[in-house]
C-alpha cells in the first residue's frame, strides 16, 4: 500500500510514497480517501480536475484541498485517483481524475480541511514522499 494512515493528536495525518511525484501525490489522494471512509463500493463515475500552484507544496495542498471540494460539491467520495504533476517555468501543475462514489453509498468520516502543518514533499533515494495532516 502507498500510504499510511498515522495517528495525529486530534487530526490523522497520511504518509504517501512513489516512484514519481504523480504516484505520490494520487496515493496522498487515495490516503485521504482511506481516512475518510474503509470500503468502498464500484459504483461511482470518473471526473477530471486540473490545479496550478506556485510550489510543489501549494501544489499538494491546493490539489487535497480541491478533492474535499469536490466531495462537498458533488456528494461524493474521490477514489482510485491519478494524478499527472509537472512544473514549468515555476508554475506547478496537477492534472487529475478520481472516480466519484456517491456519498450515499458509503459510511464517511469528515475529513474538513487540509494543512500545512508538518506537510513536506520531498525526494527518497526510491523516488519521493509526502506527508500532510487533515483537520477532522
Known amino acids: 500500500m502507498p500510504f499510511t494512515l498515522r495517528s495525529h493528536t486530534a487530526d490523522i495525518a497520511v504518509e504517501a510514497t512513489g516512484r514519481t511525484l504523480d504516484e505520490t501525490f494520487a496515493a496522498m489522494a ?17 471526473f477530471e480536475l486540473r490545479v496550478t500552484a506556485e510550489s510543489v507544496e501549494a501544489l499538494l495542498f491546493d490539489y487535497l484541498d480541491e478533492l474535499i ?7 461524493v467520495l474521490p ?5 499527472v504533476v509537472t512544473e514549468d517555468g515555476g508554475e506547478w501543475r496537477v492534472e ?8 450515499t ?10 494543512t500545512y502543518s508538518e506537510m513536506t514533499v520531498e525526494s527518497t533515494p526510491d523516488g ?6 487533515f483537520d477532522v
Open 79 to 83: 477514489v482510485e485517483n491519478d494524478a
Open 96 to 103: 487529475a481524475s478520481a472516480r466519484g462514489v456517491p456519498l
Open 128 to 133: 519521493c514522499r509526502a506527508y500532510v495532516v
Open 30 to 46: 487515495d490516503g485521504l480517501a482511506a481516512a475518510m471512509c474503509e470500503t468502498v463500493p464500484d459504483e461511482g463515475d470518473r
Open 69 to 75: 471540494y469536490e466531495r462537498d460539491v458533488r456528494n
Open 105 to 114: 453509498a458509503v459510511t464517511a468520516r469528515e475529513v474538513k480541511a487540509v
